[in-house]
């Protein structure tokens, strides 16, 4: 009877350690959903970060370029008013002198 005993609480022990492995996976496995999670949101944030700052790089480069086309409107609308008021010149150039910084 001590042997049965015995083998009864080594295969109780036996399985009482097989569900012991077995939470531990289960728990193994949550922790590695959360660390996921925690990259996949690490990595949104920064490539929101990245697409806001190449979004802001192409507002600059627009503006850069508005303003360069208005310049380009104005020098052209100078030139126009020149060469239709050809007496006005001495004006034109005192205007194109305060117009340019």
Request: proline share 2%; net charge positive; with cysteine.
């Amino acid at each position: 009877k001590a042997a049965v005993r015995h083998l009864e609480g080594v295969c109780l022990l036996w399985e009482s350690l097989s569900q012991l492995l077995a939470v531990a996976s289960t728990l193994c496995v949550a922790v590695g959903h959360v660390l996921q999670g925690a990259l996949f949101l690490g990595v949104s944030t920064a490539r929101w970060a990245q697409q806001m700052l190449l979004f802001k790089e192409d507002v600059d480069e627009w503006v850069k370029e508005q303003k360069q086309q208005r310049e380009l409107l104005q020098k052209q609308r100078r030139q126009v008013e020149e060469y239709l008021y050809p007496d006005d010149q001495l004006k034109g150039k005192k205007r194109q002198k305060l117009t340019i910084p």
